[in-house]
Nanobody, 123 residues
Framework: VQLQASGGGLAQAGGSLRLSCAASGRTFGSYVMGWFRQAPGKEREFVGA????????YYADSVKGRFTISRDNAKNTVYLQMNSLKPEDTAVYYC?????????????????WGQGTLVTVSS
């Protein structure tokens, strides 16, 4: 599966952005979808994940209550709604597809990755 993330840009602190990740192929619904981010000079960090049918989501503590992941399997797209943005949310955001659900996502569960989209939050 090929993934294409979009929607990044510049936002002010307290603002919102919505990222999209479009997937190719006919088996989108068979993948767990995840979002990760990597800030300059830092390691890649798990943001959140959504189960195959979209009923279950899981978030990192740093974004819980502010970010929401959803998916539309008919459109082969997963979304990351980011509200109450903070400067520390500044990073390149990546979507990823995998087949395993785990209570501790590390990135290894995801075999396919998008190219990343830059989110910059100004204070």
């Amino acid at each position: 599966v090929q993934l294409q993330a979009s929607g990044g840009g510049l936002a002010q602190a307290g603002g919102s952005l919505r990222l999209s990740c479009a997937a190719s192929g006919r088996t989108f619904g068979s993948y767990v979808m995840g979002w990760f981010r990597q800030a300059p000079g830092k390691e890649r960090e798990f943001v959140g994940a959504i189960s195959w049918g979209g009923r279950t989501t899981y978030y990192a503590d740093s974004v819980k209550g502010r970010f929401t992941i959803s998916r539309d399997n008919a459109k082969n797209t997963v979304y990351l709604q980011m509200n109450s943005l903070k400067p520390e949310d500044t990073a390149v955001y990546y979507c990823a597809a995998g087949t395993t659900w785990t209570p501790a996502f590390t990135g290894r569960q995801f075999a396919y990755w998008g190219q990343g989209t830059l989110v910059t939050v100004s204070s």
